[in-house]
Every structure is written in structure tokens, then in C-alpha cells.
């Protein structure tokens, strides 16, 4: 009369393809609030999903329902204490009333939002929306292939380690039942006839004459066990495993930050989101993405990430130092042939005025002919760019980068204010179908 | 408020007894089985429940969301407006909002229960006492559930809604099935048939008419497409005797919207029919559920009431597990005053077992204002006999009407507030005395009746010989008129459905006034 049915080993997300269509619906609302929630996020918070708040316009299902305020409404209530009938209550002034709240917020004037919480995936998916990487095909297939083995049906040869039993056992079944086999069960039945027979002290004609038939009954089906073995090498299947190409999919990332005194707070700041948008960019591309951090005065060092972002160094400023140091990790772990190598510079704009020269010769001759895309954002606090306005104020480490942009593709810079400003960088930046701004 | 008159008698220790089903929260599947088995005995043996094959399915919590956002079903076809809903059970549940049921059952043969596996062995007890028997009892045998869905059917209606509409999109785009199956949602209140008898949901018939449709469809002489000219020849007189068969023919007017626009929306393709149909099916198949939702938690509050009561009893389940029980049960049972800060309307399951219980009193304790008021059963000592009737024979409203007494009005302190919205008064017109205890009685019967809870919008008229404009007519009681904001947003709808002008009137006998979207 009752079935128990543990459904708990179910697929789970059933509703996934109805929290897919809504998303979908909720495109444009929800691609605002995801830009809003990047501008304000932790570089070490990256991992999670996010927790957003759209207006409903659009996603409100409208019906026909009756006007509360309007008509006469009988309401049966429980608890009286101490009402008499013929008393009156005076009304509370309209509006404020109740659980008001929700005709108001539905009515499709969308003052009122929708929270939920998009995954991880679902975020970054909306966030990188239209961007690619640059050249990540071209330098795909350039590269060196990396190879994995994946399952490809089966076959009749191969390795003792990748014996199919089951597929084998399954043939070996078969090929016994076709070629009648005799079972063991058949064999000890025989010899158990046989050997009853053998103990009678008396035998009739007849019963010597069963004893011989089933004496050769019982040679036939041995010879025809030897005939048809148990197992035999036609039986054998063996898991076949084939090499498929992989393209290259580890990328490292090198972040240049200027960290000396003329570079503040602030500044650090917006560098940071900027590396951190980056790496999450390159996260959802690359199956394995390494990080390096490389921090420069007039002295440079690779250091991790704690200290890259939050020790204070004293000194002067000398870009080029960066680049050597970053020329030389290329040289001894990140061999370009192996690695898409990807860069990120973030400045103030000062440096030594002689160092410019050098810091053009090692990135053209050195950095960028290895680099998949070599990108520098020149951090500015708002005082600074209310001062100077308008791009001919450029430093002199710009206007030397400057040059360099138009001989290179994959060389970009941008001028970065305030935080809001660092989400349309990256997306200037990587854009889809970018177009060679090369004149 | 129930919690403290539990149990009169204890079982005694001196008594033999056999050891008790379970011990501990942890369940297992003998524990459930044996469970099952003597709540059975009660249920079946000595209630004399009727009741369906039972199916009970054990599931996770975000399983039991899954199944909050597919209206409670095991099956549903895809909408973003079921992932809207996911998203906010499921936020409002992260965030500790709101807790789960812990249990969902579907009207259907077999009875399937929903049950989680958090629950404690105690709380898996009084579900399967509460879904499996109690509810399950209800959809078996009361005359609304028994008249308007059909049990057997319904899994299998559901498995063809579900790959129809998929294969709807796989056709003819997600975006083309969304918008109709948008505006269909949007009428869905208004495509229930409420006064003829339901057809029964068949699979193999479903298909033979759509491809009878197919056929058929082209051949099909329409009078909405009559050419002008044609019309232009005859006189006044007969276009008026022509409008009146049409009138008929088309079969105004009509009360169920869906219903019309499947059967003649110029504008529809086959498919889209058969989605219309499909929402209104399940409207349908809801609609028992919206007029008995007091009655069948009261009666799945009583069972379960009464059948962990006996296991207590005959020392099947521990003191434990009983005070667990009876812990939950008056939480569910809860009636918080108007005045307190957690009201929100009367709680089903509290009004629901309040009157169960009450019958029973009446039934084997009455007084003598119950003799006078119920002299039907007062005293009859058949209390389960008696309640089973009602469960079978009422609805909500009448169930109120014919069975709430003066005790428990008075034990609820019930009192009748008179909204009217042209006075700037509240006015206390009824409270639980002898004076009152017939107009409490109706007004709270209105409260659940099929007229508050829906309204009363027709199809009244389409103009056949202009525009093709179709007429809605909402039939104003109490003087609620419509919301305006909402009718700007459904009408759209509608006219996406019908492809010409929609407009909304609102009948009243002193006002008379036409809404044109």
C-alpha cells in the first residue's frame, strides 16, 4: 500500500532552467546591478557570488485584481478585548496602511527591487559579457599543443591494464551460449548418474547399456569444453583511450606597480581593481592562470600579493626596473612557448625622466614581442584630473607609452579616475572584435 | 491554545504494552515503514479513512525548494516566472526569512507526499500522519476535488504539459512561447470553469484533437471573418437576429476568459490554443484547493491530531517524541490576536482544527446551546462519522455556514470590523454575543466564498460587424471596484490573445463607467 522513494540522489537544480530563463528576462536590469556591485568589491573577494537588487519593471505578472481602497470590506477578525458593536475606530490616514507595501511595490512602478543572489559563474558570465581576449586564438593555435587522453570507445587489442571485464565477460556469454557450452552443472550431474549406476552391485542389460551412453555423453561434452574455452581471445575488449589536442590554456599574469611615495591610497586602490578585474578575466579563459607581482621604486622585486598591495616603500621611481624583473621571470619560469603571457602596469605616471628612453627599447625589443597583450592604466586621483583636465597634461611615462601604442596592437593604456571608471577601461580594453586602432 | 487539553489518559505503566515504534530523532526507512504501518491501523481500522495508495518520497531541502517553485508539483513545464519565485524562496530562505515545509502532498493517485530528510523521526510521523491520511482523505472524498480534478490523470497530464510546451519552444522559439504563455498566466484566475462539470484529462485524447484541429481548423467556417459586403445586403432586423445567434453560438456571456480565447481568438495558431488550454487546465485543477484550503488543513490537523493521540496511547510512540509533537503542533495551530504584531489574517490550520475539534465536542459533550444550535448531530457520540460528511459534503463557505458554533465563537473572540471606504470609520458591527453570532457567522462565511475570493469578470460581448472589439464585463460587488494600475497591465494581454481592441466595463447599479485600454 506504501512506496518509500529516496529522490535525495535526484539531479538537484531542477528550477536551473527556469532561473535561466529569468536571468535572461532580467538581462539589462541585472547587467546594471552587476556593474554597480563590481564597482564596490574587494580584491579578495572574488570567489563568491553576488547578492544584487533589481527593479521588477518587466518581471511583474500582472492580473485583475480589486482596488483595497475602494468598496465596502466586511473583515471577521479574532482577539477582541474589549469592542462593543456599534463602536467606531477612527481610520488611520490612508496610505502607511498595513502591509501597504507590497500593492505599491508591484504596481510596476519598481521602486521597490528584487534581491537574490547570482552564482559565481552567472555573475562573471553577465560581467564579461562582449569581451574577449586579445589574439587568443591566434596565439592558440601558434602554440604549442598540449595533449590529454580522453575515452574513445573500445578495441580489440591493447594494454592488460585496460582490460574491459565487463564488455569481455559479456562476449564471452554470448560465444558460450551460441556454441553450446556445456555448464558445469551438467558435467558433475553426468558424473553424479555415473557413478550411482557404478554402485549398484547388479546391473540389468539395460542399465549397462545407460552407463555407456552416458560415459560418452560425458566424453563428448568434455572434449567440447575443451573445443569451446571459457574465455576466449576473441572475447577481449580493452577500453581504448585517444589523444585529443588541447590548446594552451595557462596564461600568467604580471601586475607592475609603481608603489613609490608619489603613489597613495587611492591610487593603490584603483590599481587594484583594475589587476583584480583583470585576473578574473583571465580566470574564466584560462584553465590555469598564475599571478605575479611585481612591485618597483627605483628598485623593483617580485613579492606577494599582501605585500604588493599593502607595504609602503620609500624611493624614487624607475619603471624600467620592473620590466627587467618581469624580462627575467619570463626567462627563467614563463617560457613564452608554454605561456600566454599577459600584463598589467599601473602607475601614476612618474618616472625618472632619462628612464623613459629605456623603458620604450625594453618593451619594444624585449616585453611586448613576448606579450599576448601588455596593458597600463595611469592611476590619477580626482584632485589631480580636476587640475588637469583633458589629455595634454600627459606625463612623461604616457607620452612615451603613447608612442609605443601606435606601432603595437597589443599594447593599450588608459587614464583611470575613480573606480567607476575601471570597468569601461577593461572592457575598452578587451572588446570584442576590437578594432586595430592603428591608423 | 489547544496544546494544554492533550490527552486524558495516560497510558498506564502497569499495562502491558509493546515498545515503543522509535526511539531518538534519527529515522530510517524500517523505522518509517513500521510507522507507517500502525498509523495505518489507525487511520484505516479505526477512523475508517478512504484513501489513496500512498507514495512517500524522501527529498533534500533545495529539492523542497525546487518543488515550492514548480507550484508544489513534481513535474512543470518552464517558465521564467517559476525561477523568479525559486530566486526569492530561495533568498528569503538563505536568509532565514522563512523555513520550509516539511512536507508537500499532491492530489494524485497515488498520493504522493513530499517529506524532508532533516525532519526528526517524530516530525516524518506526523507528516505521514498529517499528508498521507489527513490530506489524502480530503482529496479522496470531497465532492469539489472528486468534481473538478481528476487524481488519476494528473501526473500524466502534467509529463504531456511539460514536453508539449518544449517542443512548442524547440519550434517556434522561446521568446513566442513565453509571451503567450505570459499573457496566458496573467488570466489565469479567469480561466476556470465554475459552474459545468470538468472534462477528463486524457493523454491520447489530447493528441487525437490536436490533430483533429489540424485538420479540421482550415475548413472551419469562422463568422469572424465574414466579409463585409455580404453583410452590407441584408436589413437591420436580421443583422440583429444574425448577432443574436452569434451571440449564442459563441456561447456569451462567458465567464471563463482562457476558455473563449482558445476557442475564438481569430489570431491564435494551434499551438497556442493548446498552451492556453494547458494554463487553464491547471487553474482548474488548483481551483478546489483555493475553496477548501480551511477545511483540508483542518481536517489534516485532525487526523493527525487524533492518530499520534492513539500511538501515545496504545504506547507506540514515547513521551519524548509526543512532547516534540505536541511543541510543533501548537506553533501550527497558533491564532495570534488582530491586535498582535504577528496577525495576518485567520490561520487556516488554527480556524480549521478549532472547528474539528469543536465538532467532536459538540458531538460526544454538547451542551444545551449546542442541542439548540446543531440539532443534527449534537450529542450523536459519531464524531468521526459526522466530521467525515462535512469533509466530503462542503466547501469552505458553507462549511463555516452550517458547522461554527457560538462556543467557538467565542472562543476565537471573534468580531465583525465594517470597512467601508466613503466613511472615515472603522465600525465593530458584530462581536460574539447572542446578537451577533449570525452576522459573524455569514461574514466570515462570505470571507472564503467563491465571490471574494474571485471576481466577477464576463466576456460580454464581441463586436462581430466592426473592429472586432471584445467587451469585458466586471460585475462590481460591494462597490470594490477594479484596480486601475492592474488593468492597464493585463489588458495588453488579453489583446495579444484576441488581436483586436480589448476594454473593460465595470457594472454597478449606480455606477456605470467603461475602462478603454
Known amino acids: ?439 | 491554545m489547544t496544546a494544554s487539553r492533550t490527552r486524558k489518559n495516560p497510558p498506564s505503566s502497569d499495562k502491558k504494552s509493546p515498545p515503543p515504534i522509535f526511539e531518538g530523532a534519527e529515522w530510517d526507512y524500517e523505522k518509517v515503514d513500521n510507522c507507517f504501518q500502525a498509523i495505518q491501523k489507525i487511520a484505516i481500522d479505526e477512523m475508517g479513512l478512504n484513501v489513496y495508495p500512498t507514495q512517500i518520497e524522501i527529498i533534500t531541502s533545495e529539492q523542497m525548494l525546487d518543488a515550492y517553485s514548480s507550484v508544489g508539483m513534481p513535474l512543470m513545464y518552464n517558465h521564467w516566472s517559476f525561477g523568479k519565485s525559486f530566486l526569492r524562496d530561495e533568498s528569503n530562505y538563505q536568509k532565514g526569512f522563512s523555513g520550509l515545509a516539511y512536507e508537500i502532498v499532491i492530489n494524485s493517485n497515488p498520493c504522493i507526499c513530499y517529506i524532508m530528510e532533516e525532519n526528526s523521526m517524530t516530525m516524518q510521523t506526523l507528516v505521514m500522519a498529517h499528508a498521507a491520511f489527513g490530506h489524502n482523505h480530503f482529496f479522496k472524498n470531497n465532492h469539489l476535488f472528486k468534481q473538478w480534478t481528476d487524481a488519476n490523470a494528473i501526473l500524466d497530464y502534467l509529463q504531456f504539459a511539460k514536453n508539449y510546451i518544449a517542443k512548442c519552444e524547440e519550434r517556434y522559439g522561446q521568446k513566442e512561447v513565453e509571451k503567450i504563455l505570459d499573457s496566458a498566466h496573467a488570466l489565469r484566475d479567469q480561466g476556470v470553469d465554475k459552474f459545468t462539470r470538468r472534462q477528463k484529462l486524457d493523454v491520447a485524447a489530447l493528441r487525437q484533437r490536436e490533430l483533429e484541429r489540424n485538420e479540421y481548423e482550415q475548413s472551419q467556417y469562422s463568422e469572424l471573418w465574414r466579409t463585409l459586403p455580404e453583410m452590407a445586403s441584408r436589413d437591420d432586423e436580421e443583422i440583429d437576429l444574425i448577432e443574436k445567434a452569434l451571440v449564442q453560438k459563441l456561447g456569451l456571456p462567458e465567464s471563463n476568459l482562457l476558455y473563449f480565447l482558445e476557442k475564438h481568438s481569430p489570431v491564435l495558431e494551434n499551438w497556442q490554443r493548446e498552451i492556453l488550454r494547458i494554463v487553464r487546465s491547471m487553474a482548474q485543477y488548483f481551483y478546489p484547493q483555493r475553496q477548501t484550503k480551511m477545511m483540508n488543513e483542518g481536517c489534516a490537523c485532525f487526523v493527525h491530531y487524533h492518530i499520534m493521540n492513539r500511538l501515545f496511547d496504545t504506547g507506540q510512540i514515547t513521551e519524548g517524541a509526543m512532547l516534540e509533537f505536541i511543541d510543533f503542533h501548537s506553533r501550527v495551530i497558533a491564532q495570534p490576536d488582530f491586535d498582535n504584531q504577528y496577525y495576518a489574517g485567520i490561520n487556516p490550520y488554527a480556524l480549521g482544527f478549532a472547528m474539528m475539534k469543536d465538532i467532536e465536542r459538540i458531538c460526544e459533550n454538547p451542551t444545551d446551546e449546542d442541542r439548540e444550535w446543531f440539532p443534527d448531530f449534537a450529542g450523536n457520540n459519531q464524531a468521526i462519522k459526522t466530521l467525515k460528511e462535512a469533509w466530503e459534503n462542503f466547501r469552505d463557505e458553507s462549511f463555516i455556514l452550517q458547522y461554527l458554533s457560538p462556543h467557538l465563537m467565542r472562543d476565537f473572540r471573534l468580531f465583525n470590523l465594517n470597512d467601508d471606504k466613503s466613511r472615515p470609520f472603522y465600525l465593530v458591527d458584530a462581536i460574539h454575543n447572542k446578537q451577533g453570532y449570525t452576522a459573524i457567522r455569514s461574514a466570515l462565511a462570505a470571507q472564503y466564498s467563491v465571490a471574494s475570493l474571485d471576481l466577477d469578470i464576463q466576456v460580454t460581448n464581441v463586436d462581430l460587424h466592426g473592429n472586432r472589439a471584445m467587451i469585458l464585463t466586471h460585475n462590481i460587488t460591494n462597490g470594490v471596484t477594479l484596480d486601475e494600475k492592474q488593468v492597464n497591465l493585463v489588458i495588453p494581454h488579453i489583446q495579444r490573445l484576441w488581436g483586436y481592441d480589448v476594454s473593460v466595463k465595470s457594472i454597478e447599479p449606480n455606477i456605470d463607467k467603461t475602462h478603454f485600454a
Open chain 1, 1 to 439: 500500500m506504501m512506496h518509500i522513494i529516496d529522490r535525495r540522489l535526484n539531479p538537484k537544480g531542477k528550477s536551473l532552467s527556469n532561473r535561466q530563463r529569468f536571468i535572461d528576462r532580467a538581462k539589462t536590469q541585472i547587467k546594471k546591478a552587476v556593474n554597480e556591485a563590481i564597482a564596490n568589491r574587494k580584491i579578495s573577494n572574488t570567489d563568491g557570488g553576488e547578492r544584487i537588487k533589481i527593479p521588477s519593471d518587466g518581471l511583474y505578472e500582472p492580473r485583475f485584481t480589486g482596488d483595497s481602497d475602494k468598496g465596502i470590506h466586511d473583515r471577521v477578525m479574532p482577539g477582541n478585548k474589549d469592542f462593543m458593536p456599534g463602536d467606531k475606530i477612527k481610520r488611520p490616514p490612508s496610505k502607511g496602511q498595513g502591509q501597504g507595501g507590497r500593492d505599491a511595490s508591484e504596481g510596476g512602478e519598481g521602486e521597490d527591487g528584487f534581491h537574490f543572489t547570482l552564482t559565481r559563474d552567472e555573475f562573471l558570465d553577465i560581467f564579461f559579457e562582449n569581451m574577449a581576449l586579445p589574439d587568443f586564438i591566434k596565439k592558440s593555435i601558434k602554440e604549442e599543443v598540449t595533449h590529454e587522453y580522453t575515452r574513445a570507445g573500445y578495441k580489440r587489442q591493447g594494454s592488460p591494464s585496460n582490460l574491459n571485464l565487463k564488455l569481455t565477460m559479456r562476449n564471452s556469454l554470448a560465444r558460450r551460449l551460441c556454441l553450446r557450452r556445456p555448464r558445469d552443472e551438467e558435467i558433475t550431474e553426468l558424473e553424479e548418474k555415473i557413478t550411482a549406476l557404478r554402485q549398484q552391485k547388479k546391473h540389468t542389460i539395460k542399465e549397462q547399456n545407460k552407463l555407456i551412453a552416458l560415459l560418452e555423453e560425458l566424453e563428448v561434452k568434455k572434449r567440447r569444453r575443451k573445443v569451446v574455452p571459457y574465455i576466449d581471445p576473441l572475447d577481449v575488449r580493452y577500453t581504448s583511450f585517444t589523444e585529443i589536442e588541447k590548446p594552451n590554456t595557462h596564461a600568467v599574469m604580471f601586475c607592475l606597480m609603481d608603489v613609490s611615495g608619489s603613489m597613495g591610497e587611492t591610487h593603490k586602490e584603483l590599481a587594484k581593481r583594475f589587476f583584480m578585474l583583470l585576473h578574473l578575466f583571465l580566470v574564466r579563459q584560462y584553465t590555469k592562470v598564475d599571478v605575479i607581482f611585481i612591485r618597483h621604486t627605483h628598485l623593483a622585486s617580485e613579492v606577494d600579493e599582501e605585500t604588493f598591495f599593502h607595504s609602503r616603500e620609500t624611493g624614487g621611481t624607475i619603471v624600467s626596473t620592473a620590466l627587467e624583473v618581469m624580462q627575467k621571470i619570463i626567462k627563467d619560469r614563463y617560457p613564452p612557448e608554454d605561456w600566454n603571457i599577459y600584463a598589467a602596469q599601473a602607475s601614476d605616471g612618474d618616472n625618472l625622466n632619462s628612464d623613459n628612453a629605456h623603458c620604450q627599447h625594453l618593451l619594444t625589443q624585449n616585453i611586448l614581442p613576448m606579450c599576448q597583450y601588455f596593458a597600463y592604466v595611469e592611476v590619477w586621483d580626482s584632485h589631480e584630473a580636476e587640475m588637469f583636465p583633458g589629455d595634454n597634461n600627459a606625463t612623461r611615462l604616457w607620452q612615451a607609452y603613447e608612442e609605443l601604442k601606435l606601432s603595437h596592437q597589443n599594447f593599450a593604456l588608459k587614464k583611470v579616475t575613480r573606480p567607476e571608471d575601471i570597468f569601461p577601461v577593461l572592457h575598452d580594453l578587451f572588446a570584442k572584435n576590437k578594432k586595430s586602432e592603428v591608423a
